[in-house]
């Protein structure tokens, strides 16, 4: 089997800036620049959201945004108080609440400056 060292997922942002203070400030991203037109979000210390300037990358900025960034919170991390953070500060939630699932847990959906939908989810304790 290959072996790999990290992963990352681009998105592409009319202005990238919009990206630092929802992913780094808000959800408490540490952020890496790798260029002024890439800035990577670490989820993990191998997997990173990048933000890509459009017109800078491989795409174009869009407005259908066909994609969910999925983001799980560890065991001890409070999806309560994030949540209320996020909607305090104005971003667009896609849930009215908390939600609890059979399959994936605690649940709720949000968008971010651009448009692309985040799923913050944790596994009941």
């Known amino acids: 089997m ?3 060292e990290s992963a990352y997922t681009f998105i592409y ?9 929802f992913y780094r400030d808000l959800l408490g991203l540490r952020l890496a620049y790798e260029s002024d ?9 191998d997997y990173a959201i990048g ?25 001890d991390a409070d999806i309560f108080a994030l949540y ?8 667009k939630m896609h849930t ?6 059979k399959t994936e847990g605690r649940i709720f959906f ?3 400056p651009e448009g ?10």
């Open 37 to 45: 037109w890439v800035t990577r979000f670490w989820v993990t210390d």
């Open 51 to 75: 933000a890509v300037q459009s017109g800078r990358g491989f795409l174009e900025a869009m407005e259908d945004k066909p994609v969910i960034l999925c983001i799980g919170l560890k065991d």
């Open 96 to 101: 009215s609440e908390v939600e609890l699932r």
């Open 110 to 112: 949000c968008e971010d």
């Open 2 to 4: 290959t072996q790999y």
């Open 13 to 21: 942002y009319k202005d990238i800036k919009d990206s630092e203070p």
């Open 116 to 125: 692309y939908i985040v799923e913050i989810t944790q596994r009941p304790k």
């Open 84 to 91: 209320d953070k996020l909607k305090d500060a104005g971003v």
